[in-house]
């Protein structure tokens, strides 16, 4: 059985305001087994404000000379083929890739072959917190990736240990081979130093998810203030 684990960044939170996908990050699995993966930045042909780059540090000139969507879409389409997809909170992954993919008439990912490990992870965890980071730490995952960003290929990393562990299967024993790390990395990412959301803008985009999308699982939280 071949499942992709996918994660996607974007320009901003809502496809129907005209945001547009930046970057997308897939991961194989075969048989709960990891292979090979697809990784991707993209040019929105839009322009991000310090808002959008503070969450996940891409920056436009970084974007500048990266493909555009329906330059990779074919590839996109042809790695994750007509497995299944599982992504966190997938309504918002799937509905972004759908809205890319729907602009050049390429086929959309349909609803019965994505699993969402929100779901999953609200059965395991019932009336507790289910984002990336709770989860890693609830299933006491031993990740090394920095998430001072976030980062579509690095989540989709995190998000295939928790996936695996979410069904039974620890991850010792599972990590990629010798050749498989060396070809997963993260070196073509954005080096940028460290960028902290003030108070103001924190409760600025909590109050922009909870009035556009009600039903979200995910939120910036900024220990600091708590």
């Known amino acids: ?28 699995l075969n048989k709960k087994e990891v292979g090979s993966h697809f990784h991707q930045y993209i040019n929105p042909l839009k322009t991000l404000t310090p808002e959008n780059i503070k969450i996940h540090g891409i920056t436009n000139e970084y974007l500048d000379d990266k493909p555009l969507f ?4 074919d590839s996109f389409l042809d790695f994750i083929k007509d497995s299944s997809v599982i992504a966190h909170n997938a309504n918002f992954d799937i509905g972004f890739l759908n809205s890319e993919l729907e ?15 929100v779901s999953i992870a ?41 996936y695996l562990e979410l069904q039974g299967i620890n ?5 990629l081979d010798e050749k498989k790390s060396k070809n997963l990395n993260f070196s073509s990412e954005p080096n940028l130093t460290s960028i902290v959301l003030t108070k103001e803008e924190t409760e600025r985009h909590k109050e922009f998810i909870k009035n556009k999308i009600p039903n979200s699982n995910w939120v910036i939280i900024d220990k600091s203030y708590e």
């Not at 609200?122 to 890693?136: E, I």
């Open 1 to 28: 059985m071949r499942e992709i684990i996918l994660d996607i960044e974007t320009s901003g939170l809502e496809h129907k305001e005209g945001h547009r996908v930046i970057e997308i990050g897939c991961i194989e």
């Open 70 to 73: 329906e330059d990779i879409a």
């Open 103 to 117: 602009k050049i008439s390429k086929p959309l990912i349909s609803k019965d072959r994505v699993v969402d490990t």
């Open 122 to 162: 609200r059965k395991r965890f019932p009336g507790q917190q289910v984002n990336l980071d709770a989860l890693v730490k609830k299933l006491k995952i031993n990740s090394l990736i920095n998430r001072d960003h976030h980062g579509a290929l690095k989540d989709a990393k995190i998000l295939t240990d928790i």
């Open 171 to 175: 991850q010792i024993g599972l990590q």
